[in-house]
């Protein structure tokens, strides 16, 4: 299982990569836009949730954020 393991994910082209979008709320109201590319949409789903959450924040409806923003450039941070 182990060796199975190991050459899957050497291989050049198994990633299964999906973009998903977030939307949440802040303290004090601040708005967020999270964007997130992810090979497991259930486990990104569960760890933004949780982080939003830790923080006192909440996830929004989808649509309740995003409409208030122009797409202007980009932050990455490295995981």
């Not at 939307?23 to 982080?51: K, M, P, Q, W």
């Amino acid at each position: 299982n182990i060796n199975r393991a190991i050459k899957k994910a050497s291989e050049a082209n198994t990633g299964d990569f999906a973009e998903s979008t977030f939307e949440a709320y802040g303290l004090g109201g601040a708005s967020f836009i999270i964007n997130v590319l992810s090979d497991n949409s259930n486990r990104c789903t569960a760890d933004v949730r949780s982080t939003v959450n830790k923080r006192n924040g909440k996830i929004a409806e989808q649509g309740s954020v995003l409409f208030m923003y122009d797409k202007k450039g980009v932050i990455e941070v490295p995981a």
